[in-house]
């Protein structure tokens, strides 16, 4: 009966970190420069022992490249796609993301301000770009959620997505009018349209992971209200769901886990929207469930594809927004077609 | 029909993606066979001058010119060191060497062209080149009656080109400033290599050398083969290490530090803000094995020295030759 | 025996210089089931809204004897529960999912388990709409009735002592209809409920309802018994036509075949 359901999804969430963890460590024995598999593990096994490392190139290569690459991407992908499934619970809405909802394109915008004014926090380098990143990500939120709600209170689908259209073309236009203005920054600022794993340290992999823990512990809290909201905003209200309150929690967690990745590392499109999709296929929309499962989703399909961009076309990089694109693209085209085609 | 909006929504924002990531493409295509026909000799009376240039179109001008307009950066500096500098009435918005082009009116350039904007100028001749404007664009202006000469070079013998016959352009005393010029280039670019080739002779390993274009922050990039980084590393007989790849690429950070090279030549800007370039390089987490950082072999060149296709190529050749084997 | 469970007192509801309800002043006591009667664009929908926190209010609500604004939410939906008119979910969850989200307000931490009311609750809700069958079954596969039977079941498993209800069977064919008033009136069997319903098929009312409040453009007319609230005159009056002269009309269509 409904337990069979359950019980499915509790294997599933054990497979599901056996799973990143083996990704994990192919993400970290496999790169554009060949280092056999047993040295990778000596390298890895030298390093968390503290043991003088006999190859130093291969092990500058795995510990200090590799090893933060391979945790910003995991974590960026837990992130964004942890975000992208709340928003789609919250909103009811299976296309609401960080890059539909323009959530994304605020955020840059945040960053590129950030950049082009040199707002620094002093003592803290690089700091002023994720802190507007996340106020830009979250006052887009306000102001994209405001006005649909103006328009349509029932927060459907085409409104939303059609604002959020607007206001990324909107945001890209003033990217576009500092960089007209910014001058010889301009490389700088083109990165985070483009979105790029190449900034990854350990550094940011520790922001990374202290933001995705907190957003992630905080919208867990909140998985049986978003139940609820994924039922219908209505139904959660008559359930005894404080509406107002959880609203404002999901929004404010995901706008800030989605405006700290952009800070990392540009703008990733399509990895907060397809993983929850994905996610959803094979656990169900049970939040409880599901948000557990769209973290480790999330981190194996974005170490995937940053492993991909790092080897395809090895010496040479691909942005990993082209490997993310691509991928989500494709699978929202046979997601659609074999929707339509059933009826 | 709800759905199809969305979905259709989604696409386009895929697209958009998608869009953003093109646009960045480097070298241009081959170069087409060029020389000069005077008409008259270059004496008292002005007379028909006329070139063909790199890209094979032929220009034509009655007498030298009076009013230049050049869009890029190389060109505008060609024709300062010819001279001309005087006649310049507009420059694109890159183009920052020497310092007097300062005072000259900016036109927009690359994909926001403006004809208009360059046809209010009244100049003769417009300089531009084929990787930053379209054939749209030239068209244009030739349609608006004005001379357009692209300088499409891509080595440092087609830049001599470029040169003599954007000499043989601005008048007798640019030509005699050009065939010096290139003269000049010739004989420092010579003596450079028979430098370097006696400081390798003696069978010493030829040093590698990485030309990082773009700072690991935004992803890095290195100049491959095709480039005049690459030319230059050639004839100091330093090995580009990343000679496998064609023109500016976006590499991997481990073929760097599996690369091995004993130099790196960094053209990052400064801003005056935390470390300088030279200082970030080695600064990098894992950096410390690189050969070229243990020894503090990094040179930083910002002026663009060795990017454009300039009189200035001597100056970057001989900043590295200096850097490398010591003045 | 007569407790008053639900009273309104002088509400209105604007919507920018719009009154949408108008001074309404009414109370639900113990075993009523009160109807809301009226022709659209009347505000009955617009009351529940103002019950449950959605629409904004002047007046006092009170919810056994307390200001529902100083109620927190989950309290008031273990006093007051609201099944809606119709519903549109987005995405797959199970009948018996939908149904366990009714006892969200009784167990508030979601690390602890379930208690024993929790799944008795459940259990009797699940028994009393019928709908063991479908437990397993995702709610974007439902019938119209199914799915109103799942949020009728979700109703019940929430325990409400009052429940609002907007047209519930609108959407749904006679039998349904009949089953889902049916199912309510045995709900209401116990002591220390209320049921108040806005409906539109005046019959419904008439079989159904113990009161009746008939409204008109925000503003209530008539309030009591239903044979007083829905009189023929009131009735004439609120909807502009003779009502149960029409409704006879109706009805002799059939005796004639």
Redesign the interface.
């Known amino acids: 009966m409904g337990l069979q359901r359950s019980a499915r999804a509790s294997l599933w969430l054990l497979a599901f970190p056996l799973v990143t963890l083996v990704v994990m460590l192919v993400a970290i024995a496999v790169g554009s420069v060949n280092i056999p598999l047993a040295g990778t593990v000596d390298v890895l096994w030298n390093a968390l022992t503290r043991q003088p490392q006999p190859d130093p190139m291969a092990a500058s290569i795995i510990v200090t490249t590799r090893l933060p690459r391979v945790l910003c991407a995991a974590l960026v992908g837990a992130a964004l796609s942890i975000g992208g499934a709340s928003m789609q619970g919250l909103l009811k809405n299976p296309l609401a993301d960080g890059t539909t909802l323009g959530v994304s394109s605020g955020a840059s915008l945040g960053a590129v301000i950030a950049l082009a004014f040199g707002v620094t926090i002093p003592g803290l380098p690089y700091s002023g770009v994720v802190v507007l990143s996340i106020l830009f990500a979250c006052l887009s939120l306000l102001v994209i959620l405001t006005l649909a709600y103006r328009l349509d209170s029932s927060l459907s689908t085409n409104t939303i997505i059609l604002l959020g259209v607007i206001f990324s073309m909107f945001a890209s236009a003033v990217v576009s009018l500092l960089v007209t203005f910014a001058g010889e920054q301009i490389r700088s600022i083109t990165f985070w349209m483009m979105g790029s794993m190449a900034s990854a340290s350990f550094p940011n992999a520790g922001l990374l992971a202290v933001a995705t823990l907190v957003g992630g512990l905080v919208l867990y809290g909140c998985a049986r209200e978003l139940n609820a909201f994924a039922v219908g905003e209505d139904n959660a209200r008559h359930i005894g769901v404080d509406v107002r309150r959880v609203r404002f929690t999901v929004l404010i967690a995901s706008a800030v886990l989605i405006g700290v990745c952009v800070s990392m590392s540009g703008t990733i499109g399509f990895v907060g929207l397809v993983t929850p999709h994905m996610m959803r296929m094979v656990v169900g929309p049970n939040h409880r469930v599901l948000l557990p499962a769209t973290v480790f989703g999330g981190a194996t399909f974005l170490m995937l594809a940053d492993l991909v961009s790092r080897t395809i076309f090895s010496p040479r990089e691909l942005p990993i927004g082209v490997v993310t694109s691509f991928i989500g693209a494709i699978f929202f085209l046979g997601l659609f077609y074999y929707s339509r085609k059933r009826g | 029909m709800k759905r199809h909006l969305a979905f259709i929504t989604a696409a386009v924002l895929a697209l958009t993606t998608l869009g953003g990531l093109t646009g960045c493409t480097s070298n241009s295509p081959a170069p087409a066979p060029s020389g000069t026909t005077t008409t008259a000799t270059p004496d008292a009376t002005p007379t028909t001058v006329s070139v063909v240039d790199p890209t094979g179109r032929t220009v034509t001008l009655d007498g030298p010119a009076r009013a230049i307009v050049g869009l890029t950066a190389s060109d505008i500096e060609i024709i300062y060191a010819l001279g001309a500098g005087a006649a310049v009435v507009g420059r694109g918005e890159y183009c920052d060497y020497p310092a007097e082009v300062a005072s000259v009116p900016v036109v927009q350039s690359g994909s926001e062209t403006n004809i208009e904007q360059i046809i209010a100028l009244k100049p003769d001749i417009v300089f531009m080149n084929t990787m930053a404007q379209s054939q749209e664009q030239m068209d244009k202006l030739a349609q608006a009656g004005i001379a357009v000469f692209v300088s499409n070079a891509s080595t440092i013998a087609e830049t001599y080109d470029v040169i003599t016959l954007m000499g043989d352009l601005l008048g007798a005393g640019a030509q005699a400033k050009a065939a010096s010029i290139v003269a000049t280039m010739t004989a420092t670019f010579t003596e450079l290599q028979a430098d370097a080739t006696a400081k390798i002779a003696g069978g010493a390993t030829p040093p590698s050398i990485y030309f990082e274009v773009s700072p690991l922050q935004y992803g890095l990039w290195a100049a491959g083969k095709n480039t005049f980084m690459d030319e230059v590393a050639t004839m100091l007989q330093l090995k580009n290490t990343f000679a496998d790849v064609d023109g500016w690429a976006a590499v991997s950070e481990e073929q760097v530090l599996q690369r091995q090279p004993d130099v790196i030549l960094t053209v990052t800007m400064y801003f005056g803000d935390g470390p300088t370039p030279v200082e970030e390089i080695a600064q990098r987490p894992g950096w410390a094995a690189v050969p070229a950082v243990a020894n503090g072999k990094i040179l930083n060149l910002t002026n663009n020295e060795l990017s454009r296709p300039g009189p200035r190529l001597t100056d970057g050749a001989k900043a590295l030759y200096d850097f490398v084997y010591g003045a | 025996m007569s407790e008053v469970m639900l009273g309104l007192d002088g509400v209105s509801v604007r919507y920018g210089s719009h009154v949408v309800v108008d001074d309404a002043s009414f109370e639900l006591t113990s075993g009523d089931w009160l109807m809301v009667v009226g022709p659209n664009g009347a505000g009955k929908s617009t009351l529940i809204n103002a019950i449950?926190?959605?629409a904004r209010y002047d007046g006092v609500i009170r919810c056994l004897g307390h200001d529902v604004r100083t109620y927190?939410?989950?309290?008031?939906?273990?006093i007051v529960?609201?099944l809606?008119q119709n519903?549109?979910?987005?995405?797959?969850?199970?009948v018996?999912?939908?149904v366990?989200?009714?006892r969200?307000?009784h167990t508030r931490s979601?690390f602890s388990d379930r208690t024993n009311a929790d799944e008795q609750a459940i259990k009797r809700a699940i028994t009393l709409t019928g709908l063991e069958p479908l437990?397993?079954q995702s709610v974007l596969t439902l019938s119209g009735g199914e799915l109103q039977r799942t949020?009728l079941a979700?109703l019940f498993a929430?325990d409400p002592q009052i429940l609002l209800l907007d047209e519930p069977t609108n959407h749904l064919d006679l039998v349904y209809q009949e089953q889902v008033f049916d199912l309510i009136r045995e709900w209401l069997k116990t002591p220390g409920r209320a049921v108040l319903s806005v409906v539109h098929d005046l019959s419904l009312a008439k079989s159904y309802g113990s009161r009746a409040v008939l409204m008109k453009a925000g503003r209530i007319v008539a309030d009591g018994t239903v044979l007083q609230a829905l009189s023929e005159a009131n009735l004439a009056e609120v909807y502009g036509m003779d009502v149960f002269a029409w409704m006879r009309k109706m009805l002799q269509q059939w005796e004639a075949t």
């Open positions: 449950t926190g959605a927190s939410p989950a309290r008031l939906a273990r529960g609201v809606a519903h549109s979910v987005g995405y797959a969850f199970t018996g999912e939908v366990n989200m009714g969200y307000a979601m437990l397993d949020f979700q929430q």
